[in-house]
């Protein structure tokens, strides 16, 4: 993720302009490595959610409040003691480092004027918040870091407080341009890495953004470019950390339909093929893009067990699926037993006892034959050695042909939950899925065996033209839609060949537009196993021609005459409704 120095430069000037000179009212750490600031303000009341989580480090203002221990930790204590009432005079960023200095003046025990700091670096698993004297003596932090953690700084009370200069980056906002292509073309790398590397605050995703804006290939080394465009991609970056400079600031999250890719506090260009939400806040960019992204991965950790279940029943029914394939293939022969038994028949009465073979003309053929016999037996039971040995593979073909359609549902059906497994976005969708896979015998109920109720509905979107849109979310909900919401003339729409949710829109008795049809068939190539293909084939055909076979499946059709379009996976712009 991005949260490099540029966007701790937006923090940096939005917090000034909200936090300087508000009072501190409160003190919290609901979290061991995580504080929570209520400051008062002439503006109103603030929140300040400080994290120093090593998988996910943050600071924004926000309005949520969050349930405290009911017994304070130390360094929690210890702030209150200290700063409790104290007035924020100066809020700064050293250079371009992901690091944000508090400085904080409050009354000492003697009720003299003095200023502490308290310094919040973000930076990965090495995110530390750590609380300072004025002159830079560590008072305290909320992670100690002992010499046996760390060779190149300790972070104890009583240690002197500096920022450790591992990897000797220059600063992006005062670099000139002979230094700036010396630091180049010193790394043998390429370009885009040998920028993020020379300068400090700069992200791989930033460095991409100036080899994007200068029109010159990332992956090239800087000494493969001549000095002319060396140059020029000095301009280019001088260019966009000038927008750092005047805090000309653009805060915005990238998504890739539904989901977060990325977020910037300055415009991204070479993102171009994702939709663009602007923000007026970096806070609301932090705040929005980390709960988004915490939805996903706490729905995704709940699902791991349903998921587990699924893609072991899905490797077991492709093992025996690739068997079946192989018995079958053993029965693909069985006629030629079949013409032999005859050909016996036929040719057999002047063999001498004792023959071991038979060469006789294949009369459906047209060939010589040659079929090998058992010198015990009688010409007619080795004729009917053959047939036996026909009528046995007969009948395993006829059986594995039966069984092969099965395992073959099988794992389309398997694939289909896997994808609305994909698809979930809530715990209700999780338990939906639970509740087929119960149903469908994957899995068995606990306790009780009574159904659960799920109130759950399908995804709903309109389209440009102000027709509705249903999704199903999974196998149910496409059976549900399809079969009790949709009627005759409703249009529905499926990707071919690939799992997916069924999409139905609502024609109300109206002549759908293009526009509506394109929409349509996006929805259902971006909630398909095909998403984020460039391009997919979508069926579609009016609700009253799709029918359900008897005995099927949850969620599978048949359909005959249907129309195809070829589309995209891009709803970004198709609104939907709650």
Not at 161 to 169: G, N, S
Not at 353 to 382: C, F, H, R, S
Not at 383 to 404: C, G, M, P, V
């Amino acid at each position: 993720m991005a949260f490099d120095g540029t966007c701790v430069a937006c923090l940096v000037h939005e917090l000034k302009e909200q936090l300087l000179n508000s009072r501190i009212a409160k003190i919290a750490q609901p979290e061991t490595d995580e504080l929570l600031l209520t400051l008062k303000s002439p503006s109103g009341q603030k929140r300040l959610c400080i994290s120093a989580s090593a998988s996910l480090p943050l600071i924004y203002l926000t309005d949520s409040n969050k349930p405290s221990p009911m017994t304070a930790p130390n360094f929690c204590m210890l702030l209150r003691k200290h700063i409790s009432n104290g007035r924020i005079v100066d809020i700064y960023q050293p250079k371009l480092e992901r690091i944000i200095h508090f400085t904080i003046e409050h009354l000492d025990e003697l009720g003299d004027l003095c200023r502490k700091d308290l310094v919040v670096e973000i930076m990965g698993k090495h995110s530390n918040i750590i609380f300072c004297t004025e002159d830079g003596m560590v008072i305290d932090s909320i992670k100690h870091v002992s010499a046996q953690m760390s060779s190149v700084r300790e972070v104890l009370p009583g240690r002197e407080y500096f920022i450790p200069d591992t990897m000797e980056k220059s600063d992006p906002l005062s670099v000139e341009e002979p230094d700036f292509i010396r630091l180049l073309t010193e790394k043998p790398m390429p370009l885009s890495k040998a920028i993020y590397t020379s300068f400090t605050g700069v992200s791989p995703v930033v460095a991409e953004e100036v080899c994007s804006l200068s029109g010159v290939d990332s992956s090239v080394t800087p000494k493969e470019l001549s000095e002319d465009i060396l140059k020029h991609v000095y301009n280019q970056f001088n260019i966009f950390f000038l927008a750092v400079k005047e805090n000309q600031f653009s805060p915005a999250i990238y998504y890739d339909g539904k989901e977060p890719k990325e977020f910037s506090a300055l415009t991204l260009t070479h993102f171009g093929g994702y939709a663009q939400r602007e923000f007026s806040s970096i806070s609301e960019v932090l705040e929005t893009y980390y709960a988004s992204k915490n939805t996903i991965t706490r729905i995704r950790q709940k699902s791991a067990d349903l998921r587990h279940i699924v893609q072991t029943a899905l490797e077991r029914n492709r093992k025996k699926y690739d068997l079946q394939l192989k018995q079958l293939k053993d029965t693909e022969n069985r006629d030629k037993y079949k013409v032999y038994g005859e050909l016996i028949n036929t040719y057999g009465y002047n063999l001498d006892a004792g023959a071991k073979k038979l060469e006789a003309l294949n009369y459906y053929t047209n060939e010589m034959v040659t079929i090998p016999l058992d010198g015990t037996k009688t010409p007619q039971e080795n004729a009917q050695r053959y047939f036996d040995k026909y009528n046995k593979q007969k009948r395993t073909w006829e059986a594995l042909s039966k069984l092969i359609q099965e395992t073959g549902d099988d794992i389309t059906y398997l694939e289909s939950i896997s994808t609305a497994l994909d698809i979930a976005l809530t715990e209700d969708d999780l338990a939906e899925i639970k509740e087929e896979l119960i149903s469908a015998g994957y899995m068995r109920r606990k306790f009780t065996k009574k159904k659960v109720k799920i109130k759950n509905k399908p995804l709903h979107y309109i389209s440009s033209d102000g027709f509705h849109i249903y999704v199903g979310k999974n196998n149910l909900q496409n059976d549900e839609l399809t079969f009790s919401f949709a009627v005759g003339n409703d249009w529905w729409f499926h990707a071919k060949g690939a799992p997916g949710s069924h999409v139905i829109v609502k024609s109300e008795g109206e002549e759908l537009p293009d526009k509506t049809f394109e929409e349509a068939g996006r929805l259902a190539a971006y909630y398909s196993k095909s998403r984020g293909s460039d391009k997919v084939e979508i069926d579609y055909i009016e609700k009253k021609h799709v029918k359900k076979p008897k005995g099927a499946k949850p969620g599978f059709v048949v359909y005959y005459t249907n129309y195809s379009l070829v589309i995209d996976s891009d709803i970004s712009h198709i609104k939907e409704l709650s």
